[in-house]
């Protein structure tokens, strides 16, 4: 049961780093940085198209929430950014 819901865990993980790398590309291509916008976006492409192990262990598990946190904070520093310019 617990590889279940660590299964899971990782698979939300996945989907919500790749919906964050997607949304911290489009704000970098609105702040005119093509290549930070290029690079989110095939980070984006990686994180969701790697293939993944049967059983995902601890630390790629948290590996992904690492990412997500990354992805999270440069998507937010990009939008207070858009917002003042």
Do not use: C, D
């Not at 949304?23 to 290549?35: C, P």
């Amino acid at each position: 049961m617990n590889n279940t819901v660590l299964t899971v865990l990782f698979r939300a993980l996945t989907w919500a780093g790749s919906a964050a790398f997607l949304a911290m590309a489009l704000i970098e291509w609105h702040l005119g940085s093509i290549y930070h916008a290029v690079v989110s976006l095939g980070i984006a492409v990686l994180h969701f198209l790697v293939p993944r192990p049967q059983q995902p262990t601890g630390a790629t598990t948290l590996l992904g929430a690492l990412m997500l946190a990354f992805a999270i904070s440069r998507a937010l520093t990009g939008y207070a950014l858009l917002k003042v310019a």
